[in-house]
């Protein structure tokens, strides 16, 4: 049942009544935007509906080998949090050509995961800058390169795609492509583009059980729910191998700290991590490895510890041979869950119930009380206080409490296995 819902709800009624919940729960919209979406609904609805009266019906072939798109064009994170659905699609539909639409920067992520066939990468504008005006700057070249891959896909007839964002361009964006059957959800614009409307999932609210619910719609069981990343054993080899050289042994209990995010307002702020690992090395017997991102030169990591700046397969192996991560809000977030490495990630902006690490054993250091979240990366304020009131000695906790817990576990396994 849908929590506060009316206790009486006729069947045909649900639907919408879950779509309007839905903007309240899992999506956040200003009135301005929801006005704009209103607009092109009423807008675009004219010219589908003349559109499809001259389409010419296609009909599934007789097998499940067939053809199915995927859009997801935006973040690392993002497809970490989608990986369960790729990996439950490729359990359910073994024979099938799945096709996924992405960022070049998420190319190395799906690399030898062996869950999509074929990529297909583009610059989405919209996804590619927080600026609003170079998102939509009609002179981009970016425009050019997305029309031309729509081109591609409408011309590849597809059977079945799916999007979760709940968002009017991608379902627009389906329909263009002429995908025969097209499931996603309408409550953010755009639902009479789609042949299969998505009533959302208002108890689960977090972004990949959302993408998972497409598959239930289909037919078909989630078997996996939470993200995996494989690395090739060479790439293990590597990564330990380089830590050797480096006087870390695999015997040593390793934490990563990575102070990185794609936004400004979702960093902690080195000096707190600098901070915070001093505490860390003065309470515990671990080796710390601080990770900076590709090109950046500064680094706050001391003369004890190993400061790595590593393409992402590279950065992914070497996270790998660590037992904690300690990060912002952010992709290598997502990243260390798939690869089982436990997390304390300190939040800020955004919604830990939509977008918090997947698992078990991870932490999360958040004011809750800050009622603007989520603001999408467009602070109202000055500063993101959200994130400059968490205090070191918060974070700590909440290191202490998961390495106490680890340590404690391989006390136990030396223990059983001296006897």
């Not at 929590?3 to 999506?27: E, M, W």
Request: proline letters at 6%.
């Amino acid at each position: 049942m849908i929590p506060n819902a009316p206790t009486r709800i006729s069947a045909d009624r649900v639907p919408s009544f879950a779509d309007a919940a839905a903007q309240g729960i899992l999506f956040k919209i200003s009135r301005r935007k929801r006005f704009i979406v209103k607009v092109l609904d009423a807008m675009l609805k004219p010219l589908v509906r003349l559109v499809d009266r001259f389409r010419s019906e296609r009909h599934q072939a007789p097998t499940e080998t067939f053809s199915i798109l995927i859009f997801e064009y935006w973040n690392l994170g993002d497809i970490v949090m989608e990986s369960p659905f790729l990996e439950n699609l490729r359990l359910q539909y073994p024979s099938a050509h799945i096709v996924l639409m992405t960022s070049p920067k998420c190319v190395p992520l799906l690399q030898d995961q062996g869950v999509v066939d074929e990529l297909i990468v583009v610059r989405v504008p919209w996804a590619e800058h927080y600026s609003r005006w170079r998102k939509y700057n009609p002179f981009s070249w970016l425009w050019l390169d997305l029309l031309r891959v729509m081109q591609r896909l409408h011309s590849r007839h597809f059977d079945l795609a799916f999007t979760a964002r709940a968002d009017i361009r991608e379902n627009f964006m389906l329909w263009l492509a002429n995908v025969r059957r097209r499931v996603g959800y309408g409550f953010g614009g755009g639902s009479f583009m789609l042949t299969d409307v998505v009533s959302p999932d208002l108890v689960h609210p977090h972004f990949s059980n959302r993408w998972l619910r497409l598959l239930e719609h289909v037919g078909k069981p989630v078997l996996v729910r939470d993200p995996h990343l494989r690395l090739k054993q060479h790439e293990r080899d590597w990564a330990a191998g380089f830590l050797r050289e480096r006087g870390i042994e695999e015997s040593d209990f390793v934490v990563a700290i990575h102070t990185g995010a794609r936004s400004r307002i979702r960093q902690w702020g080195e000096e707190n991590f600098t901070e915070l690992a001093k505490q860390i090395e003065s309470q515990f017997p671990v080796k710390i490895v601080w990770f900076r991102d590709p090109g950046q030169t500064s680094s706050s990591a001391n003369a004890k510890q190993l400061a790595l700046s590593l393409p992402l397969r590279q950065f992914m192996a070497v996270l790998q041979q660590c037992r904690v991560f300690v990060c912002n809000d952010s992709g290598p977030m997502h990243i260390a869950t798939a690869l089982n490495v436990a997390v304390v990630a300190v939040f800020g902006p955004t919604q830990p119930a939509w977008f918090g690490p997947l698992g078990h054993g991870h932490r999360i250091v958040i004011r809750s009380e800050f009622w603007c979240r989520p603001c999408f990366d467009y602070c109202q304020f000055d500063e993101p206080y959200c994130l400059r009131t968490i205090s070191v000695d918060a974070v700590f906790k909440a290191v202490a409490d998961t390495l106490g817990s680890l340590l404690d576990d391989a006390r136990t396994v030396q223990e059983k296995s001296a006897c």
